[in-house]
C-alpha cells in the first residue's frame, strides 16, 4: 500500500506565509509559478516535467551521481562556463523565456541591492544555476526543474504530482513507496538521494574544487530547486536539526531567485569586473565539471 507523506512546515515557519509581497517583483506573486495553460510555453513546461517524473528514478538519480562526480567532462573558470549559459532557456520555467545568463545576473544584483555586505551572497546568486552547463550532454528533464527525494513517497506538493508519475517504477516499489522509503526519521538531507539535476551536482562540483563559500551558500545552491521542501513543506520528516537551521537560508535565497525574473536585461559586460572578482576570491582558477 502506497502511503504518502503530509508533513507540512511547522508552525514556527507560518509566519513566512504572510510575508509581504518582494518590492523588486514586477507582478504579483500569485501570478508566478503558474502551471496550469494551454500556450506553447506551458506545454513544453509539462512535457519537461512528464518525462522528468517518468525517468527520474532512483536507480537513474544515483547512476547520474556516479557519472557526472567523476568531473571528466571539461574544465573552465566559472565566469567561461556562466557564458555557455548565453544560449541556454529553461524548458521548465512559464516565468522567464530569457536566456540563463541574464536570470543568473538578475538574481545576484537584486541580491547585492539588498545584502550589500554579503559578498558571498552575490555570487551565490550570480552561480546557483550553473550545474545546467549539463544540458549541453543531457536532455533538460535531467537538468533543470523542481527536484524531490527519490527512494521516499513523492511528496504532494511536487508540481504536477498528480498525473505525471503513473509511468515511473519506483511509484509502486515497496522499497521506495512509503512515507520513510529507504530513510529513517530525521536522518538528514546530506543522507538522501535527491532527482537528479543541476542543484545536486553544482553542489559537489564546488565542493570538489575547494570553495570558500560558506555552508549557508551551499545549502542554497543544492537546494534551491526543491520546492517541495522549502515552499511545499514537504520531507521534513526526514530533515535533520542542521537542514532546519539552514532552511531559512534557503527561503531567502529562492525570494530573489524566483521573483527577479523579468524582461529588465542586466548590462553583463559592465557587471562582469565585480563578479570576477569575487569569483576569484571564492571560486578561483580553473574548476573540473
Not at 550589500?116 to 550545474?131: A, S, Y
Not at 531559512?248 to 563578479?275: G, M, Q
Request: with cysteine; aromatic share 14%; charged share 25%.
Amino acid at each position: 500500500m502506497r502511503i504518502i507523506a503530509k508533513h507540512q512546515v511547522e508552525c514556527t515557519d507560518i509566519s513566512r506565509m504572510f510575508r509581504p509581497e518582494p518590492t523588486f517583483a514586477n507582478k504579483p506573486i500569485e501570478a508566478f509559478r503558474q502551471y496550469d495553460g494551454n500556450d506553447s510555453i506551458h506545454q513544453r513546461v509539462f512535457r519537461t516535467y512528464r518525462l522528468m517524473h517518468t525517468h527520474q528514478t532512483m536507480e537513474f538519480a544515483q547512476g547520474k551521481l556516479n557519472e557526472w562526480c567523476k568531473f571528466d567532462r571539461f574544465s573552465s573558470t566559472i565566469m567561461e562556463a556562466l557564458e555557455r549559459l548565453n544560449s541556454l532557456v529553461d524548458e521548465s520555467d512559464p516565468d522567464s523565456d530569457l536566456p540563463n545568463i541574464v536570470h543568473a545576473f538578475q538574481t545576484a544584483e537584486r541580491i547585492r541591492e539588498s545584502h550589500p555586505d554579503r559578498d558571498w551572497f552575490h555570487l551565490t546568486g550570480l552561480i546557483h544555476d550553473l550545474g545546467k552547463v549539463m544540458a549541453f550532454y543531457e536532455p533538460q528533464w535531467a537538468v533543470v526543474g523542481d527536484t524531490f527525494v527519490c527512494g521516499a513517497a513523492f511528496a504532494p506538493s511536487i508540481v504536477y504530482y498528480s498525473n505525471t508519475f503513473d509511468e515511473n517504477p519506483d511509484l509502486n516499489d515497496p522499497r521506495y513507496n512509503t512515507e520513510y522509503g529507504i530513510y529513517s526519521p530525521k536522518c538528514g538531507l546530506d543522507q538522501v538521494t535527491m532527482s537528479w539535476g543541476h542543484d545536486e551536482y553544482l553542489y559537489r562540483v564546488l565542493r570538489n574544487h575547494g570553495t570558500t563559500l560558506p555552508d549557508e551558500a551551499l545549502y542554497m545552491i543544492r537546494f534551491h530547486s526543491f520546492y517541495p521542501w522549502h515552499s511545499g513543506g514537504d520531507y521534513m520528516h526526514l530533515c535533520s536539526e542542521r537542514d532546519l537551521q539552514m532552511l531559512p537560508w534557503v527561503r531567502e535565497f529562492n525570494e530573489f531567485d524566483l521573483y527577479t525574473k523579468s524582461d529588465s536585461i542586466p548590462d553583463v559586460k559592465a557587471l562582469t569586473p565585480y563578479y570576477q572578482s569575487l569569483i576569484d576570491k571564492y571560486i578561483p582558477g580553473n574548476v573540473l565539471w
